[in-house]
């Protein structure tokens, strides 16, 4: 009986790791109309506008220091790039600016990765650098869990300039959590 219960445990761990091994859909973006360029906010910024590609992100109070990539979506697959060993900015949202917008990068719930994410307490604060040298300084706003499919807290975002995190939630990783972050300054 001990025997069996085991087992079965072992099972449902191990199906829990293969399905987390396969969740590879992070948002369910609207797709573009067939061949139209998808335009990002960055192209509306004002001539004052400091800007610039992510490339690390860290969050003081959580000892993060993560690499940023480039991060695609794919409309044909519906499926956004995603690797087990960076952080990806998702590059149909807006670069980090001190304007407007929604940067959005996302990543994995591994320990490597966004898998410390649940333990950020309110009023955490996040810093993005870029490859022209300006750091982004940003504060915990709200928290909140969503399906994949809704999308439009992220992508149809417009408004001050926000950042948002994105890692997977939920006993089998089925849902999303959305971490915003209010911009405060850049440097």
């Known amino acids: 009986m001990v025997l069996g219960t085991c087992l079965m445990v072992a099972g449902a761990l191990l199906l829990v790791s293969i399905i987390r091994e396969q969740a590879v859909n992070i948002v369910s973006a609207p797709p573009a109309p067939a061949g139209v360029q998808v335009a990002t906010a960055t192209s509306t910024l004002t001539e004052s506008a400091v800007s610039g590609m992510p490339v690390q992100l860290i969050i003081p109070s959580l000892n993060l220091d993560l690499s940023v990539i480039p991060g695609y979506y794919d409309p044909a697959t519906g499926q956004w790039t995603l ?70 807290a992220v992508l149809d975002y417009s ?11 939920g006993l089998l990783y089925q849902n999303r959590e959305l971490l915003t972050f209010d911009f405060e300054r850049v440097a």
């Open 159 to 169: 408004g001050k300039p926000i950042l948002t995190l994105q890692t997977c939630v």
């Open 83 to 152: 690797t087990k060993t960076n952080v990806q900015f998702a590059t149909m949202t807006v670069q980090p600016n001190n304007q407007a917008g929604n940067t959005f990068i996302y990543g994995h719930a591994l320990s490597n990765l966004f898998g410390s994410l649940p333990k950020i307490q309110a009023g955490a604060v996040a810093l993005v650098k870029t490859n022209n040298g300006h750091t982004f300084y940003y504060t915990l706003s709200s928290t909140k869990v969503v399906s994949p499919s809704d999308s439009a």
